[in-house]
């Protein structure tokens, strides 16, 4: 598949790190929420097995935050999502569908909240501010809606943990998954987080002084070295063997929440009240007509730019793949589809076209690992 290279413009934006990323030798770019998202740093596979072992530094400056700003804003962002909200804490992190009045995927962001009346929005790749000020505007809530300059830096990987407690010390490792704090380093405080888009393990810095933040990354590397720490970026294998789901991806506004797997996250038996929350009641109670699933299929590559047909021996579709990747681990191209009802059953057989050739699948569960 023939590479282009990315025309940037002011639509297109790069972050505090790109200079320092392409003297790293960076090899591809995406757009995530009009920003540079580094896509490769050489072999796919090799970066899966390094990541995997050892430790690397992601710009990921691209999950952009909207803040939340106000007394009503645990109002609004309690309308925006159908998870319960209403006994968060302060320095907690939480994994939120957001979901418009047909109970149609918006994003599937991580809330942070700081305050009682400010919060962050991590959002993945949509124009969730928008959204954010059509809700607040129509409900005429008392809030301020923004997108602060926070460019976050993750550090991920098995080796992360040595990594940040030599820099910030043992406080660093005592944090518990998804919770937040804050870290001072080069004159400044850094909002740290447990977290981050692998199942690695590792830490996401919410860097706000850009000055020290850059200081940050030249001493992730100088540090890390004993680590074979090295640049990265969310890696396509990992993220399908872990099942992260990817909106835009695997999923989109025509997608609801119990279609994605998402059920933990719906909570319609509260007194909360939030959009989509009669829709949701009714989808559960009439079931689903279609389900996220995994998929393995005897081939040994794919590359996933639209969506591709599964269909089984009489030419029927019975879904569509969305994301696929090869394994090293399974030795096969696994996927994450969006499979039609009665088909989305472990061990359903299907077949698909890739380049020209047509090879067998099976349906799985997920996660894969």
Sequence with gaps: MKNYSIARSRRLRSTP?????????????????????PAAFGSLEDAYHHLKENVQVWDVAGERQVEILGKDSGKLVQLMTCRDLSKSKIGRCYYCPIIDDQAGLINDPV????????????????????????????????????????????????????????????????????????????????????????????????????????????????????????????????????????????MDNNDNPFECGLDKYVNLDTEVNFLGKEKLKEIKQTGVSKKLMGVIIDANEINVSKSIDLIIDNSSKIGELRSGVYSPHFKKVIGIAMIDKPYYKVSQTFKISINDSTFEGKVCDLPFI
């Design 17 to 37: 790190y790109t200079s320092r990323i392409e003297k790293q030798g960076v090899t591809a770019y995406t757009s995530y929420n009009h920003m540079l998202l």
């Design 111 to 250: 809330i942070l909240k700081l305050s009682e009346e400010r919060w962050w929005i991590s959002i993945a790749d949509s124009d969730v501010i928008l959204f954010a000020k059509g809700l607040a505007i129509g409900n005429k809530f008392d809030v301020k809606i923004f997108e602060p300059n926070v460019d976050i830096l993750a550090v991920q990987g098995p080796k992360s943990f040595k990594l940040m407690e030599k820099i910030f010390g043992k406080k660093i490792t005592e944090m518990k998954f998804f919770g937040f704090d804050y870290f001072e380093f080069s004159g400044a405080k850094h909002l740290i987080a447990r977290s981050g888009w692998s199942k690695q393990g590792g830490y996401e810095v919410y860097v706000e002084n850009t000055k020290s933040g850059l200081a940050l990354y030249d001493k992730l590397f100088e540090v890390g070295k004993e680590f074979d720490v090295k640049p990265g970026c969310p890696n396509l294998i990992e993220r399908i063997e872990s099942a992260l789901l990817s909106y835009g991806n695997d």
